[in-house]
């Protein structure tokens, strides 16, 4: 049977770190909108900030689902299921909020936090802050077992690959192009286009 917390202590903070990556779930208020569900990790771009607060790194994507849909209203659930060991899943749900890179604050939380970071800091694309209203696990006995092999390469060189093809801007350049509205058209990343001289 599963367990509801009253919130994140030392225990399960052990636990969610010792996980190698963690998925996000969100939706936007229209029934016919699309449910979106991302995997996210290494795990050291989630901290958990005190009993009721989390907060994870999110990086330049194909896609700002996430950032969009909380935006619009907030509601976020974070999952982490245990591939190894005794079979468990936690599902951490409240109200999210985006801090994008360059807002005020950004830098300060971003050093206290003490993410794991990118090989390209330019990929930092914004810092998702979630308040917590719900902490529970259950069995996860559906979940296979499966050997962490390590972290791919792809993500590093296709951002080293942007800037220097590119230039200095070029990710930021994608994010206006990728990033700007979800796939049913909510605002996403707002970034000001660059006064050409």
């Given at each position: 049977?599963?367990k509801v917390?009253e919130?994140?202590?030392?225990?399960?903070?052990r636990?969610?770190?010792?996980?190698?990556?963690?998925?996000?779930g969100?939706?936007?208020?229209d029934?016919?909108?699309?449910?979106n569900?991302?995997?996210?990790?290494p795990?050291?771009t989630?901290r958990?900030?005190?009993?009721?607060q989390?907060?994870y790194?999110?990086y330049?994507?194909s896609?700002?689902?996430?950032?969009?849909?909380?935006r619009?209203?907030?509601r976020?659930?974070?999952?982490?299921?245990?591939?190894s060991?005794?079979?468990?899943i936690?599902?951490?749900?409240g109200?999210?909020?985006?801090?994008?890179?360059?807002?005020?604050?950004?830098d300060?939380?971003?050093c206290?936090?003490?993410?794991e970071?990118?090989?390209?800091?330019?990929t930092r694309r914004?810092i998702v802050?979630?308040?917590?209203?719900?902490?529970?696990?259950?069995?996860?006995?559906?979940v296979p077992?499966?050997s962490?092999?390590?972290?791919?390469?792809?993500?590093d060189?296709?951002?080293?690959?942007?800037?220097?093809?590119?230039g200095p801007?070029?990710l930021?350049d994608?994010q206006?192009?990728?990033?700007?509205?979800?796939?049913?058209?909510?605002?996403?990343i707002?970034?000001?286009?660059?006064v050409?001289e």
């Amino acid at each position: 049977m599963g367990k509801v917390f009253e919130g994140i202590d030392e225990r399960l903070e052990r636990w969610i770190a010792a996980q190698p990556m963690f998925f996000v779930g969100t939706a936007p208020l229209d029934p016919d909108g699309h449910v979106n569900v991302s995997p996210k990790g290494p795990i050291d771009t989630l901290r958990v900030l005190g009993p009721s607060q989390v907060a994870y790194l999110d990086y330049v994507g194909s896609g700002a689902e996430t950032v969009a849909h909380l935006r619009e209203n907030g509601r976020i659930v974070i999952m982490l299921c245990a591939f190894s060991g005794p079979p468990r899943i936690v599902r951490l749900h409240g109200q999210g909020s985006v801090l994008a890179a360059g807002d005020d604050g950004f830098d300060e939380l971003l050093c206290s936090c003490g993410f794991e970071e990118p090989v390209a800091p330019e990929t930092r694309r914004s810092i998702v802050l979630v308040s917590l209203d719900r902490i529970a696990d259950s069995c996860g006995y559906g979940v296979p077992l499966m050997s962490y092999q390590g972290r791919r390469e792809h993500f590093d060189l296709w951002a080293a690959k942007k800037v220097r093809v590119g230039g200095p801007e070029a990710l930021l350049d994608y994010q206006r192009e990728m990033n700007a509205a979800s796939i049913d058209g909510l605002p996403a990343i707002d970034l000001p286009v660059p006064v050409s001289e």
